[in-house]
């Protein structure tokens, strides 16, 4: 919200973007080019983990360039070369011979690791009295294959004739959730193909193929060797030697290629084949194309570091991407852990993604979670977990299911594609029928089950399931209305009267001021506190979490006591956990506004941590950028903007702890280093709150509704995608005049600028003397020039 202190004038501008100027895109061009260079760890952070993205392989290890055994959901198997559903490798070495020193040196602990969008750098200290090595990777596009390079100088006076040793070792196996699914993984066979000069591998009983090799010439080769890292797994270790001759002062590249299959060796050999004689083509593809995010949706703010982090927020997202043949191109949930197909996760994310520019993504995601859960399910229920495999291991938690409806309806409020929203809606329908018949037991318009926080014995009637209901029913009403479905589109929205009145009756506790953990009987509250207390034992693990849960026990126990006084079959809103999600009818704007604002200020004095809310206000130890982005979203809904950037700040705060150019998913630095859902809390407040932006693309219409933060005084978003359109704007304060700037590559679409307090006051607009009648203004064409006096 503009403000402007008594008495002064506050002018209002639109006027051309500068970007359209030669300046404006050679700065364009600089800011891509300062992102494109990388972030370095400066040696900060070798032991963590690091990806190496691409769409349909991935690598995964840790910063000092080894590949130890990490993860847990394939216990130990988690690092290493992906092409999912298959894993191919645990990992890769090399080392570094000459004549004066034959037993060789490993490079396996880089001294710094660079991470660029594109792919990452391992630099090491210098070996062989005066060979300086780095090492280079990245996944092409589109391709199953991964490109290493090493980059070898002589910074002597003398010519050196070095053996280099390229050392692997195979693992090719299935992903999570197969074993369980019958398949199972066998001892792979190396063997090297000496006309090619390339080695190959597969698993003895599956059609799993890995092949490497480099267009180095080849003096010596071994299928019986040691890696330096002794791996788990099923896997055999094979290298491959060269020699090389540098010059002194010169340096030479060495590149390696691995490809894979999942069908045949002649497969993997085409990959391979394609990406060596490619790889540098592809190379300058995929930095073109890292270059384009960060251009699209590209936003100047003054706040250096959200700015920043917004940006590789864009690429993080991109680095979760997943293309997988027979299944569809979605947004993974995080590396290293969660790499596949969840709902919960991209119900929010690709809000995120969609008001960020990438609306494809955005729909692709949400085709192939709808695809996938109507093929597991068929009754309207969202899936809440798919293995890369195509197993799906949890048929859907009850909030995944509507929220999945508002992300739809956001994404088709931000394209207008009408084909979309009508692939999607008969799921939807039949989503909120399964909700409010089979899942509402008692009739009492709350479905029952386990929502977004997954605590044992928590599978009641809960906040975040109830108001994920009542927002499907309102965009539900919506798309009933686009599809002129009248009788339809007018009991949706009775019914989302009727149940936003029964959340903030029943679900609200006036003596606390804040909403509760669930509705329910008092024998299901001491169900759940049963279940709290359950997990809380099963999640000890040293005598700090003993001291720790012991106390929150404790507190469970004396909670017990309290609930068991009370009459048999009392039935109300209960506290057990104090989850995050009880801020969801706060985000959601469907709490009436003073009820809003006891629970903004409670969470904020009470129940936060020091990046934000606690996932359980009980419990009081972890967060996660999801519950602080939602808490940002809260105070956007209600229009507390330098509240709602705190939240934010909390997020940007964690920027670059574990991962260069990255964000945790539990802050502030460990999980997954990489994490789908923060493009939630980092663009869509940015986007839609603080610019504005609210588009109806489908009517080619859009409300700009800024409010900046006090202390901003310029912010620009260029470049961003709306329906067919593109948008940019500008806004700049400079004592009393405030001017925004709008350009548009359409000329149909209709514009209109909200303005508190607007009415009354002149203005003028493309230089004609005007009187605005309201707080809006509507514009139309490419290009706006208004100023406004107030």
Not at 137 to 157: A, H, M, T, W
Not at 366 to 394: A, C, D, Q, W
Not at 615 to 623: D, F, G, K
């Amino acid at each position: 919200m503009l403000r402007s202190a008594p008495g002064k004038t506050t002018t209002t501008a639109f006027m051309l973007l500068a970007f359209v100027y030669l300046a404006d895109a050679q700065s364009n061009d600089n800011y891509t080019e300062k992102i494109m260079a990388g972030i370095s760890n400066n040696g900060q952070t070798n032991e963590r983990q690091y990806l190496t993205p691409g769409d349909r392989t991935y690598i995964v290890g840790t910063q000092n360039g080894n590949f130890p055994d990490l993860g847990s959901h394939v216990k130990g198997e988690m690092g290493g070369l992906w092409m999912p559903p298959l894993k191919l490798m645990d990992g890769f070495w090399v080392k570094i011979s000459d004549d004066q020193e034959t037993s060789g040196t490993w490079l396996n602990e880089a001294k710094e690791f660079i991470n660029y969008p594109f792919g990452n750098r391992f630099v090491y200290a210098p070996v062989l009295n005066g060979i300086e090595a780095e090492r280079f990777q990245f996944c092409p596009q589109d391709r199953e294959g991964f490109v290493i390079q090493y980059q070898l100088k002589n910074s002597s006076d003398r010519l050196r004739r070095l053996q280099l040793e390229f050392v692997v070792k195979t693992d090719l196996s299935p992903v999570w959730f197969s074993k369980e699914n019958n398949i199972i993984d066998t001892t792979d066979s190396v063997h090297w193909i000496a006309d090619k000069k390339q080695f190959a591998a597969r698993d003895e009983q599956n059609p799993w193929f890995a092949v490497w090799g480099s267009s180095l010439r080849v003096t010596g080769y071994s299928t019986e060797s040691v890696a330096p890292v002794e791996t788990m797994g099923l896997g055999k270790t094979a290298s491959s030697t060269y020699e090389l001759e540098i010059k002194p002062h010169q340096t030479i590249t060495a590149v390696f290629v691995i490809s894979g299959s999942n069908k045949n060796l002649e497969t993997a050999q085409r990959n391979y084949e394609t990406i060596l004689k490619n790889h540098e083509l592809l190379l300058n593809k995929k930095k073109q194309y890292y270059a384009s995010i960060i251009q699209r949706a590209r936003v100047e703010i003054p706040d250096k570091k959200l700015e920043q982090a917004y940006t590789w927020g864009k690429l993080n997202t991109e680095w979760l991407v997943s293309g997988l043949p027979g299944i569809g191109r979605f947004l993974g949930a995080g590396a290293v852990e969660y790499p596949w197909l969840f709902g919960c996760d991209n119900t929010y994310a690709s809000q995120g993604v969609v008001v960020s520019g990438d609306p494809e993504l955005a729909k692709s995601t949400l085709r192939t979670l709808k695809r996938i859960s109507e093929k597991t399910n068929g009754n309207g229920r969202i899936i809440h977990e798919m293995s890369s495999n195509g197993f799906v291991y949890n048929k859907g938690n009850m909030q995944e299911t509507p929220h999945f409806a508002l992300a739809v309806w956001k994404v088709f409020e931000w394209t207008g594609d009408k084909n979309f929203l009508q692939e999607m809606y008969p799921y939807i329908r039949k989503g909120i029928d399964w909700l409010l018949n089979e899942q509402d037991q008692n009739k009492n318009w709350f479905p029952e089950g386990n929502g977004i926080m997954e605590v044992r014995g928590l599978n009641v009637e809960l906040i975040d399931v109830a108001v994920y209901t009542q927002q499907a029913l309102e965009v539900a009403s919506k798309m009933a209305a686009v599809f002129n479905e009248t009788d339809l589109q007018r009991e949706y929205a009775q019914k989302a009267v009727i149940l936003k009145e029964k959340i903030n009756t029943r679900f609200w506790d006036d003596a606390e001021g804040s909403y509760c953990d669930f509705y329910g009987t008092k024998e299901q509250a001491l169900s759940v506190l049963k279940g709290a207390v359950e997990q809380l034992q099963s999640g000890l693990s040293n005598t700090n979490d003993s001291a720790h849960m012991l106390e929150n026990q404790k507190y469970y126990e004396r909670l017990a006591g309290e609930f068991s006084a009370l009459p048999p079959g009392t039935e109300k809103g209960w506290f057990t956990n104090k989850n995050w999600v009880i801020s969801t009818p706060v985000e959601t704007q469907i709490a009436p506004r003073e009820k809003a604002i006891r629970v903004l200020n409670k969470v904020r004095n009470e129940d936060c941590g020091e990046y934000g809310p606690y996932l359980s206000a009980v419990e009081r130890r972890y967060m996660m950028t999801i519950s602080t982005s939602v808490q940002a979203m809260a105070e956007c809904a209600y229009g507390r903007t330098d509240e709602a950037m705190w939240y934010v700040d909390k997020i940007v705060q964690t920027f670059n702890r574990a991962l260069p150019g990255s964000i945790s998913e539990m802050m502030p630095d460990y999980g997954c280093p990489v994490q789908a859902w923060t493009i939630y809390g980092l663009a869509t407040p940015l986007i839609t709150y603080v610019f504005g932006i609210h588009p109806d693309a489908y009517k080619k219409s859009m409300m700009i509704s800024p409010h900046l933060p006090t202390d901003w005084n310029e912010v620009t978003v260029y470049n961003l995608p709306v329906g067919t359109n593109a948008i940019s704007l500008a806004i700049k304060k400079n004592g009393r005049v405030t001017a925004y700037s709008l350009t548009s590559e359409d000329a149909d679409w209709k514009y209109t600028l909200k303005i508190k307090g607007l009415a009354g006051n002149k203005y003028k607009m493309n230089g004609e003397a005007l009187t605005a009648a309201s707080d809006e203004i509507v514009l139309k064409g490419k290009v706006n020039k208004v100023e406004i006096f107030k």
